[in-house]
């Protein structure tokens, strides 16, 4: 993570000390990443900063925050053993935020409503929490625990680095303005690490993230000449 934050730090401490910064702006919207829509709440909340870079090319940094704060998905699973048949579910609970980095090209001034194509990269932090329950072995549910399996809620956090392109349109970068786009979204740095503990790993639970996603949102901001 090291050898990632340090080039991108160094590059925005040029961008943002650069001489040819025109005009910035502050903006919050809602949005759609489906990077986590297997856990049913791929939506957001946004807030971040603009800052144009001459005449084509805009800079911003925006927080994410998925909504529901919670929501879960309920899976079965089961597997052979000595005693018969075991049997168990787990609710699948994720929360998440998220900060990104995009640099956008305008296809016409930026400071006009113009189109353009954006890319980028984020740092994504969930926590992922499995809610075992309704163990049972061979038909009989006495049972709260089998072998290292038990019943109850494990917690897990997991880093993720999605990259992103995006297309989008907005509009006149003076006082008040929105901005929507669309896109995709990858994980090619994983998108699927171990479920902790290893109790539930070994019997088949596996985190729900999007190694190929789609995206989409709309913010509303208001811009200031520099």
Request: proline share 4%; hydrophobic share 35%; net charge negative.
């Amino acid at each position: 993570m090291k050898i990632l934050s340090q080039p991108i730090i160094l590059v925005l401490i040029i961008l943002l000390n650069s001489a040819n910064v025109n005009s910035q702006g502050i903006k919050a919207g809602v949005g759609f990443s489906g990077i986590t829509q297997r856990y049913t709440n791929p939506n957001y909340f946004t807030i971040g900063y603009d800052q144009n870079l001459g005449e084509k090319i805009s800079i911003s940094l925006t927080y994410n925050l998925g909504f529901p704060p919670s929501n879960d998905v309920e899976l079965t699973y089961g597997f052979p053993s000595a005693d018969g048949n075991v049997q168990f579910s787990v609710n699948h609970i994720c929360t998440w935020n998220e900060f990104s980095f995009t640099s956008k090209y305008f296809f016409r001034d930026n400071s006009d409503g113009s189109f353009y194509s954006s890319s980028g990269v984020s740092l994504l932090k969930a926590k992922n929490e499995y809610e075992v329950t309704s163990l049972s072995v061979d038909g009989n549910s006495t049972y709260t625990n089998y072998g290292d399996l038990s019943e109850g809620t494990y917690d897990q956090d997991i880093t993720l680095i999605p990259l992103f392109l995006n297309i989008g349109y907005r509009g006149e970068f003076e006082g008040w303005y929105f901005d929507v786009y669309a896109g995709m979204g990858i994980l090619p740095f994983g998108a699927n690490p171990d479920v902790e503990p290893a109790a539930l790993a070994n019997r088949g639970v596996e985190t729900r993230f999007a190694p190929v996603s789609f995206q989409f949102g709309i913010t509303y901001g208001i811009s200031w000449a520099n």
